[in-house]
């Protein structure tokens, strides 16, 4: 009888461990839909005993194509699910991933090996505007810490369009009027391109998420179910890699491709940790920073993007810090070049000053960094930076990435008026009219400018 009262008694406790273990999991997934939505909770969920993920918080291509087993697959549970990644054979032949790289891999981008990104990141892909668009050649980008990244790479999608392809003449008409193949084209090329810098010159290694799992959760290492299923590719000749994306360009185009974080993972591995240890100093020792819950990208992450060095910040050489330590800045003009303004920064403080590296750099494209927010500059003059005489009076592109934005904005910028020119400009548009960011931006580079937003409205 007693046997019996303790076995009732053990199978009671049993259902009431269960049931407890069913209410966390559906608070866990309740937590992260709340997350997604920002109705609630936190974003970051911490590890629990059982080794789930802290996640690390902070967009869809509709083709057509026949995709791989798993690809573009909605589950049916969970609200705000993500289609599995674009899955390759893993008989392509790339080098699996080894619990020791993923390792490396988490420590360089997040300082530990626990976090994981969250849904925003892992949902970020590069996505092209529709071909029959006025902004064809530009690419949706969503928010959080992937925003950064998607815009450092439109820089280089620019780039290609007006400057390196051959065949076609460098003006506005020819960029809003590119085909879905000279989108993916465009694609491939810039994110070959960008690869092979950071490998200096001498190889690029492209990552992408095959069939099989190749490393299991430890209790030092927490799965995020895609990392564990890489397999390396490297290619000594940037021709190759350029044929090898374009061939495989749904792995970070497709909606639940995980692009923009298999590309981070593949500059990375381009990169290589032993350069990278290198290019970074006592101020930066992981490429992603926490912010508000989240994780932003580092200037280490958006240099090397830039200028193939994982520079930690954006002085031209090298400079020394309030303790006498060397800090590592740009070394050479970048194709693609930087600005930032924000409204809090410190004038008079000459380490956080953009040098004239990323200020001048040798094609007349931008990445700008406004309050934290992330757009892009350019000019269709290729010859604008190099003759001094084109820089009188010339017309720049501004590209915000909001999804309010139908059409890009045509700027006209003056850098030799009177000042009774500019202060009639500034009447026309109210004494105390207060100057638009974007104007800040620009004038971080011409000081002296006057600039017509040609019927556009300012952002503010």
Not at 295 to 310: D, S
Not at 388 to 408: A, C, I, P, T
Request: glycine share 8%; hydrophobic share 35%; net charge neutral.
């Amino acid at each position: 009888m007693d046997m019996e009262v303790l076995g009732q008694e053990q199978s009671s406790e049993q259902l009431d461990l269960e049931e407890i273990s069913r209410k966390i999991s559906c608070l866990d997934k309740w937590r992260e839909i709340f997350s997604f939505h920002r109705l609630g909770t936190n974003n970051t969920t911490p590890q629990n005993h059982e080794g789930n993920h802290i996640s690390a918080d902070e967009n869809e291509d509709g083709t057509g194509i026949p995709q791989p087993k798993g690809q573009g697959h909605l589950p049916s549970s969970g609200l705000c699910s993500i289609p599995n990644p674009s899955i390759i054979s893993s008989k392509l032949g790339g080098l699996p991933i080894s619990l020791a790289m993923a390792m490396k891999l988490r420590q360089i981008l997040f300082g530990n090996t626990i976090h994981v990104f969250s849904y925003n990141w892992k949902k970020a892909y590069f996505r092209f505007h529709d071909p029959s668009s006025e902004l064809a050649f530009t690419l949706e980008v969503g928010k959080g810490g992937a925003r950064s990244i998607q815009m450092a790479v439109q820089g280089s999608i620019i780039k290609y369009l007006l400057f390196t392809r051959k065949g076609k003449d460098c003006n506005f008409g020819s960029l809003c009027e590119i085909s879905k193949k000279e989108q993916e084209q465009a694609l491939a090329a810039a994110l070959a391109g960008i690869l092979w810098a950071a490998g200096a010159a001498q190889k690029a290694t492209i990552c992408l998420v095959s069939e099989d799992t190749y490393i299991a959760s430890t209790p030092d290492y927490s799965v995020d179910n895609f990392t564990e299923r890489l397999q390396l590719f490297e290619f000594l000749e940037k021709e190759a890699a350029e044929k090898f994306i374009y061939d495989h360009l749904q792995c970070f185009r497709g909606e639940g491709s995980h692009g923009v974080i298999l590309f981070l993972y593949s500059l990375i591995f381009s990169r290589t940790f032993e350069r990278l240890q290198m290019d970074l100093d006592v101020t930066t020792t992981q490429l992603l920073q926490p912010n508000a819950g989240g994780f932003l990208c580092r200037q280490a992450v958006l240099n090397m993007i830039l200028t193939g060095r994982a520079s930690p910040n954006v002085f031209n050489g090298c400079e020394k810090g309030r303790s006498q330590e060397t800090l590592h800045g740009v070394l050479t003009r970048s194709d693609v070049g930087y600005l930032r303004w924000g409204k809090d920064a410190l004038e008079d403080d000459r380490l956080s000053q953009v040098g004239s590296m990323l200020k001048t750099p040798k094609l007349p494209i931008w990445l700008c960094n406004i309050n934290g927010n992330y757009s892009i500059l350019f000019c269709t003059n290729r010859q604008l930076l190099s003759d001094w005489k084109m820089e009188r009076l010339f017309d720049l592109y501004f590209y915000s990435g909001r999804s309010s934005q139908k059409k890009l904005v045509h700027l006209t910028i003056d850098t030799h008026s009177h000042h009774w020119e500019r202060d009639q400009q500034e009447e026309k548009h109210g004494p105390r009219r207060q100057f638009s960011p974007v104007e800040m931006v620009i004038r971080t580079k011409w000081s002296e400018a006057t600039i017509n937003w040609n019927g556009t409205i300012p952002f503010f």
